[in-house]
């Protein structure tokens, strides 16, 4: 069973800043990374538990071409995406996003 996949405006905030900062680096890096994004997204609507868990009721996703993490919580129909965060920040300052 599939899941809807909704994103907080911090989660689309996340996303655009990102592609922002990379299409500033190299031109069309910021639609690869999208389209990373979008391929990862699919992937958790129709497989969320397959995802370890990053913390209490939130799970992450590792994209496989870029150091970000997904982070989502998985509800009864849907799955939120909190945050998308590079990989190698402090985990504190993952966290305070996610409260």
């Known amino acids: 069973m599939a899941f809807n ?14 592609i ?11 639609e ?3 389209a990373e994004v979008n391929k990862m997204l699919f992937e958790i609507g129709e497989r969320p538990t397959q995802f370890y868990f990053y913390k209490v009721d ?6 496989k071409h870029f150091p970000y993490l997904i982070i989502f919580k998985v509800a009864e129909t849907e799955i939120i995406i909190y945050a998308i965060v ?6 504190g ?6 409260d």
């Open 5 to 18: 996949v909704k994103l907080t405006t911090q989660a689309q905030l996340d996303i655009w800043d990102i």
């Open 20 to 30: 922002s900062w990379y299409e500033s680096r190299k031109p069309g890096l910021g």
């Open 32 to 34: 690869r990374f999208n």
């Open 58 to 63: 939130f799970r992450r996703a590792i994209l």
């Open 86 to 91: 590079f990989g190698g920040r402090n985990p």
């Open 93 to 98: 300052l993952i966290n305070r996003k996610l």
